[in-house]
């Protein structure tokens, strides 16, 4: 009897949450926030500013705890960890105990706790939380890490993400005429080697994305990649330093570009996290309308968190100086780079009453106030109502690495000349104490 009635109300409970979840998913989404890059050891002032938000959805697109070990800069000694003479990995995987341990630290900072309870929360991850920096498919924790996002991220226990190999998915909000698809992918479990040109997402993965984009339309696809979509900075940063993106993978990007036209699918924009800094970034030549990748990184992580305050106008400096031909260039942008160095997160706004449809993408700093941003008409996004025009489709359609070699390496060829400088100043400088210890010495010598 006892047995009889737990079963029923067991049922029960299973048909109001299955039905609360329903109606959840027919509101009408106008507010996404959405981040990357939170070291659940640093101070995580943000959530203030993403709270205030108010989000409906909040998505997390990797680095969502740092959970490798990151060992200290070292050139001398037994582990050398930088240099031609680098003799140990500069990164090295937690056991799964001490991943747990970090996740618990970030799932309870007081303001995601607020999130969470004001907001539904999904995510994919990057590779600090997938176990190693830079890692792809050969990593031996996958799975078991697996299985530590996803309860991070409070996935049910039957879900088929944990189910199947990696842990991308997608999700549908609203109803009708106003929904909102969002797919995330996974970019490590199935990545081949980022020398390789080979695969991001891997046959399994590449099969079910296709169906995804080929399913039921939507008005609005937001495509979340953990790693850059657009931009290639590698491109013009290299050989001083290359950052991971779809760019270093140029056969999967064009796949990827291919599979959006020929899907017919209005609507599709990326978001994207990893580098350490916001940008806008659009590509005008591969859908028929002008895909854009709004990056939010990160949280906490920023690049120029890694100089004194007094130094920031150095990155600043770099990052105008950096070529980049995709990067969105407006009014909206806070500093003349249009990328910004500080803790940050992603906004989503979606006016269903304006006509037509209004987006409006920022990226916000820790205030919430914006730092660079497009607004747009969502018949924009549609390939029989276009409107690129022909001086704008000519400026985001050279890639990278196609600019001329003298653009392309110019950062390159600044940093090696300044370094020149430096090392000819103090070889001078050198030659000059020299010379004034040798007249010393005579003039002693002398007297």
Not at 87 to 94: I, M
Not at 243 to 259: A, N, Q
Not at 288 to 303: K, R
Not at 350 to 376: C, E, F, H, Y
Request: net charge positive; glycine share 8%; with cysteine.
């Amino acid at each position: 009897m006892i047995k009889s009635v737990a079963a029923v109300l067991a049922a029960v409970l299973q048909f109001l949450l299955a039905t609360a979840a329903s109606s959840d998913d027919h509101h009408i989404l106008s507010r996404i926030a959405f981040g990357s890059c939170a070291n659940q050891s640093s101070p995580q002032p943000i959530w203030d500013a993403i709270n205030k938000f108010d989000p409906q959805v909040f998505i997390w697109l990797g680095d969502n705890i740092y959970g490798d070990i990151r060992r200290p800069f070292s050139i001398i000694g037994k582990e050398r960890t930088i240099g031609p003479w680098k003799n140990a990995p500069r990164f090295v995987p937690s056991p799964p105990s001490e991943m747990l341990s970090r996740y618990n630290m970030a799932k309870n900072v007081p303001g995601y706790l607020r999130l969470r309870a004001n907001a539904k929360v999904i995510g994919t991850w990057d590779d600090h939380d997938y176990g190693l920096n830079d890692a792809g498919k050969e990593f031996s924790g996958k799975t078991t890490n697996q299985r530590l996002l996803l309860d991070f991220l409070d996935e049910p226990q039957d879900s088929p993400r944990r189910k199947q190999a990696g842990v991308y998915t997608s999700y549908t909000f609203g109803p009708p005429g106003k929904q909102v698809k969002i797919i995330l992918l996974d970019t490590r479990y199935h990545r081949d080697p980022l020398s390789s040109d080979g695969s991001i997402l891997g046959a399994s993965q590449w099969s079910w994305f296709e169906k995804e984009l080929r399913g039921p339309p939507s008005a609005i696809t937001i495509i979340g990649s953990s790693v850059q979509v657009i931009s290639n900075l590698s491109g013009t940063t290299g050989p001083l330093f290359y950052m991971e993106s779809w760019g270093r993978f140029p056969k999967e990007r064009d796949h990827l570009f291919k599979l959006i036209n020929d899907s017919k699918r209005d609507g599709v924009f990326f978001i994207s996290g990893d580098v350490h800094f916001g940008e806008i970034t659009r590509y005008d030549c591969a859908a028929g309308y002008p895909l854009y990748d709004i990056t939010s990184s990160g949280l906490t992580q920023a690049v120029e968190k890694v100089l004194p305050s007094p130094l920031h106008f150095i990155v600043r400096f770099l990052a105008w100086f950096t070529p980049s031909t995709m990067r969105v260039m407006n009014q909206y942008c806070r500093y003349r780079s249009c990328t910004y160095g500080q803790p940050n997160f992603g906004a989503i706004q979606i006016d269903w009453d304006a006509s037509p449809v209004n987006l409006k993408m920022q990226v916000r700093d820790i205030n919430g106030l914006p730092v660079t941003g497009v607004d747009i008409s969502l018949s924009e996004l549609q390939a029989w109502n276009s409107t690129i025009k022909g001086g704008q489709e000519q400026k985001h359609c050279t890639l990278e690495v196609k600019l001329p070699w003298i653009v392309r390496y110019r950062l390159a060829i600044l940093v090696y000349s300044v370094l020149v400088l430096l090392l000819l100043a103090l070889v001078g400088l050198i030659s000059a104490v020299a010379i004034l210890c040798r007249v010393c010495l005579r003039k002693c010598k002398t007297d």
